[in-house]
């Protein structure tokens, strides 16, 4: 799923609508798609205000800006379909509640791995024919990445290559414009790409045989 999902899927529960069907599934676009305002008519005021300025926070982070743990915290658990961490951390924003302790630290560890991992997405190797080429980083990092990169050198369009998810592992190929919105053009398996041309960028960022593709 994707932030847009697991809203959606906090309405389904505050309705007591059935989730027994619900399940995770590879998502097409970067940052998913959020409610529409009207989809909140039947929340009280207070939730639907507090639910209508998450969804404001998640576009300032989808354009770079600095933006609370707590909202960084829902992307990420979002994003890798982390439902249950997800939907608690809706939970305790629309009940004004500060996240407990055991909560913020998990955010912040996992904060700090995504940082390191996007921590060479400005490396000039990164940029080449066919777009930004981010083999290395699982599709779940590449919103953070592509924001990161957005935030230090500006609004462009790129093909951004990067690596899959766990239902569809491989390389995916993404188009994404000025305003950070951005869909899947193609997935596709290791065997059916340039495989060499591949493991050699992945080896450059992520060594694992000591930086020798």
Not at 59 to 70: A, F, I, M, N
Not at 103 to 120: K, V
Request: some cysteine.
């Amino acid at each position: 799923m994707d932030p847009g999902g697991h809203l959606r899927l906090w309405l389904m529960r505050y309705f007591a609508e059935d989730l027994t069907d619900v399940r995770w599934i590879s998502r097409s676009t970067l940052w998913g798609v959020f409610p529409q305002p009207r989809e909140f008519t039947e929340l009280d005021t207070v939730t639907r205000l507090r639910l209508q300025r998450l969804i404001g926070a998640l576009c300032d982070l989808r354009r770079g800006e600095t933006v609370p743990l707590v909202v960084r915290g829902f992307a990420e658990a979002a994003l890798i379909g982390a439902t249950g961490r997800a939907l608690l951390i809706v939970d305790l924003w629309v009940a004004g509640k500060e996240m407990p302790a055991w909560l913020e630290a998990r955010c912040m560890q996992s904060q700090r791995h995504i940082s390191r991992r996007i921590s060479t997405v400005l490396l000039s190797a990164r940029e080449g024919v066919g777009g930004l080429w981010l083999l290395d980083l699982p599709s779940p990092i590449l919103p953070f990445a592509v924001a990161h990169h957005r935030q230090m050198f500006g609004a462009r369009n790129w093909l951004v290559h990067s690596g899959g998810d766990r239902l569809n592992p491989g390389i995916w190929t993404w188009t994404i414009d000025t305003t950070g919105e951005g869909e899947v053009l193609r997935r596709s398996q290791a065997v059916f790409t340039p495989f060499k041309c591949a493991n050699a960028h992945r080896e450059a960022f992520e060594p694992t045989t000591g930086g020798v593709a």
